[in-house]
T-cell receptor, first 115, second 112 residues
Framework: EPEVTQTPSHQVTQMGQEVILRCVPI?????FYWYRQILGQKVEFLVS????????KSEIFDDQFSVERPDGSNFTLKIRSTKLEDSAMYFC?????????????FGDGTRLSIL | QKEVEQNSGPLSVPEGAIASLNCTYS??????FFWYRQYSGKSPELIMF????GDKEDGRFTAQLNKASQYVSLLIRDSQPSDSATYLC????????????FGQGTTLQVKP
């Protein structure tokens, strides 16, 4: 069964450094998302992306965050200057269509630890 | 603030019993709902989704949606110890951008 793949599985970074989290969505999917989950808390929406544009972003997704689809397969989340509070699991998801009737499939996540 | 609410539990049931997990939502514009299972330290894994009022069955799982009451539930029949996990309810909001709003999850413990 097709999967969303994320790399790396664990990223440790010094505060203030830039980090790029990578995702390869399922190949025929058109809609892409990033979510994060701080330990013990809810899964929180960050951003949705379609047709090379951000469709919606949350309040968490401030100027330090950006997303890009640099080629036909990768979807990346960049955090420019990391803060301690950015430590979380980051999940990429994709869906074939807008998930009115189509579910989002999640990758295994990247655990981001900011020191 | 549009919310999805779940009782965090834990909900404890004996093996073979029916587990009933519940979720309420505040956004009347929400059209579809998703149940994900999340094992500790792992990613959400889709179990079922529902967008019409009524029941939807898939194997041991039944999702129920009542839009008038803004209520979603998941029934797990013949619960197994391997079903022990956190169950996340998520609503697709009315913004039409795919944003999912998650509840905090209900921890289910199935005791052998």
């Amino acid at each position: 069964e097709p999967e969303v793949t994320q790399t790396p599985s664990h990223q440790v970074t010094q505060m203030g450094q830039e980090v790029i989290l990578r995702c390869v969505p399922i190949s025929n999917h058109l809609y892409f998302y990033w979510y994060r989950q701080i330990l013990g808390q809810k899964v929180e929406f960050l951003v949705s992306f379609y047709n090379n544009e951000i469709s919606e972003k949350s309040e968490i997704f401030d100027d330090q965050f950006s997303v890009e689809r640099p080629d036909g397969s990768n979807f990346t989340l960049k955090i420019r200057s990391t803060k301690l509070e950015d430590s979380a699991m980051y999940f990429c998801a994709s869906s074939e269509q807008l998930p009115g009737n189509q579910p989002q499939h999640f990758g295994d996540g990247t655990r981001l630890s900011i020191l | 603030q549009k919310e999805v609410e779940q009782n965090s539990g834990p909900l404890s049931v004996p093996e073979g019993a029916i587990a009933s997990l519940n979720c309420t939502y505040s956004d009347r514009g929400s059209q579809s709902f998703f149940w994900y299972r999340q094992y500790s330290g792992k990613s959400p894994e889709l179990i079922m989704f529902i967008y019409s009022n009524g029941d939807k069955e898939d194997g041991r799982f039944t999702a129920q949606l009542n839009k008038a009451s803004q209520y979603v539930s998941l029934l797990i029949r013949d619960s197994q110890p391997s079903d022990s996990a956190t169950y996340l309810c998520a609503g697709h909001g009315s913004s039409n951008t795919g944003k999912l709003i998650f509840g905090q999850g209900t921890t289910l413990q199935v005791k052998p």
